[in-house]
């Protein structure tokens, strides 16, 4: 089955304490992104990846850092936490797509962060 | 810059009618897609549909349908014979081939069905 699986799906931190949040695919997909979920505010881009080794900044990268080393993780790093980061997460991949790229994003189950 | 806007923060349907959420997006390009997101309460979000800008015919399916207005720049979404599995935050987005690694997304719309 097709899956992104991220974790933990709910974490509860206190401000400073570093975190990661993992995402993984088995869809073979070049492509992988993060997303935040805030009322009012929809999702907003963290980052992106286009490939091993090859990540940039979306939306709203501040206080955020990604790597990707292999093609079917791409963690979520949180250095240092501020409540400001309390948020829903969303990994995504997406498929080729036409001609255009423009694929369809598919996401992981998302994770719910409470920073205190 | 491209933004994408819902103004309906939440809407209510009664189970069997119709209902049409909407969506206006700002761009300057000419080539581009645009999708509608569902997420139940689950949190897991469902591309529901899905329309190229080149492509003059509005997407369907099945009870979920486009009317895609691109002078206008508007993008709504209509579902018909709601159905109590229909309620979900609908979120509407953009992506353009110029810039296909990015998607904007709307502010979301609570779609409330009534039994």
């Known amino acids: 089955e097709a899956q992104v699986t991220q974790n933990p799906r709910y974490l509860i931190t206190v401000t400073g304490k570093k975190l990661t949040v993992t995402c993984s695919q088995n869809?073979?997909?070049?492509?992988m992104s993060w997303y935040r979920q805030d009322p009012g505010l929809g999702l907003r881009q963290i980052y992106y990846?286009?490939?091993?080794?090859?990540?940039d900044k979306g939306d709203v990268p501040e206080g955020y850092k990604v790597s990707r080393k292999e093609k079917r993780n791409f963690p979520l790093i949180l250095e240092s936490p501020s409540p400001n980061q309390t948020s829903l997460y969303f990994c995504?991949?997406?498929?080729?797509?036409?001609?255009?790229?423009?694929?369809?994003?598919?996401f992981g189950e998302g994770s719910r962060l409470t920073v205190l | 810059a491209q933004t994408v806007t819902q103004s309906q923060p939440e809407m209510s349907v009664q189970e069997a009618e119709t209902v049409t959420l909407s969506c206006t997006y700002d761009?300057?390009?000419?080539?581009?897609?645009l999708f509608w997101y569902k997420q139940p309460p689950s949190r897991q979000m469902i591309l529901v549909i899905r329309?190229?800008?080149?492509?003059?015919q509005n997407a369907t399916e099945n009870r979920f349908s486009v009317n895609f207005q691109k002078a206008a720049k508007s993008f709504s979404l209509k579902i018909s014979d709601s159905q109590l599995g229909d309620a979900a935050m609908y979120f509407c987005?953009?992506?353009?081939?110029?810039?296909?690694?990015?998607?904007?997304f709307g502010s979301g719309t609570k779609l409330n069905v009534k039994p």
């Open positions: 995504a991949t997406k498929t080729e797509g036409d001609y255009t790229g423009v694929g369809e994003l598919f």
């Open positions: 987005a953009y992506s353009t081939r110029y810039n296909f690694n990015k998607f904007y």
């Open positions: 761009t300057s390009e000419s080539d581009y897609y």
């Open positions: 869809m073979n997909h070049e492509y």
């Open positions: 990846s286009m490939n091993v080794e090859v990540t």
């Open positions: 329309q190229e800008a080149y492509k003059q």
